[in-house]
DNA sequence: TTCTTACTTTATAATCTTTATAAATAGTGT
DNA sequence: ACACTATTTATAAAGATTATAAAGTAAGAA
């Protein structure tokens, strides 16, 4: 269960593990939109009347720096907070074709621009990132 | 001159070009840094001592709606505002295999994190995004 | 050129999101 | 259960963006 993983991850961390953070961690893994923190404080209203929206934020901010959630700049007012699944992509070597495994969420409003501009049903998208990696970089300095 | 172009783009429009309008685009098609709102300001502050901050926000939306600007929302505060040039991916037909230009501003940002990730020296990237197009999903309807 | 009208600018205030602060509270290891 | 320290809460502050209304001005028509 990956709720259990997550408390996992911050205990491993020396996070403390406060009710709060149990329940915004919850309400990420289970909510499948991509909540802003607002979203999140109301949406734990009723759990924890005197809630403050700072402890919404500053737990997002420690699940963002331990790795656990994803932090997405859409173009509107507010953030959108993501729990990390597995879905990535690669980083791959130009020169010695190593390939790296590269996570990164949220590529969907590249999908959702192109239905609205091209009316295509957009199934899915792919992308690779090119590069040098650090051992060719560094035999190439010679 | 892409300034020409883009006055005439206004023009074409039905906007009216103001002297703080012609000073913005300016500052945008010249400025290689993706400047944000308050930038544009500090840096017209010179031309137009009595220019409101209102301008700026109001302008750049306009040049939005036209698409003559490109907002781009990273981490940070407050948005950037890019000059459209022609960079653009690929959408694909998976049926009849027609290609549609896209035009996407700003994955800087993943390129920027795979090098913070992965140590790559990043040169490029590329993704495409697959679908059906609005001819063949009509056919597939029947 | 001058006039006219509707769009723009300006100045200001308001709104909204996010962060900072300090006192009260509560986890966690001993 | 105790003590230490991180966390929560409540509140204020900061910063970005938008709304409003009055004054100004671009652009086409006369």
Redo the contacts with the bound molecule.
């Keep these: 269960m990956e709720l259990k993983e997550a408390l996992d991850t911050l205990?491993e961390t020396g996070?403390?593990?406060?009710?709060?953070?149990h329940a915004i961690l919850e309400y990420l893994i289970n909510s499948m939109s991509h909540p802003?923190?607002?979203d999140i404080y109301k949406a734990l209203e009723g759990k924890?009347p005197?809630?403050?929206?700072?402890?919404v934020?500053?737990?997002l901010?420690?699940f963002r720096e331990v790795g656990l959630v994803k932090e997405l700049t859409y173009g509107d007012?507010?953030?959108r907070f993501d729990f990390v699944t597995t879905h990535h992509y690669h980083v791959i070597c130009e020169i010695c074709g190593k390939i790296v495994d590269f996570h990164y969420p949220g590529l969907d409003e590249v999908e959702h621009l192109a239905l609205h501009v091209t009316g295509f049903n957009i199934s899915h998208h792919r992308m690779e990132i090119y590069g040098t990696c650090p051992e060719c970089a560094s035999k190439e300095a010679h």
């Design positions: 205990k996070v403390r593990i406060t009710p709060q953070r802003t923190a607002d924890f005197n809630m403050s929206v700072a402890t934020y500053n737990n901010r420690v007012a507010s953030s």
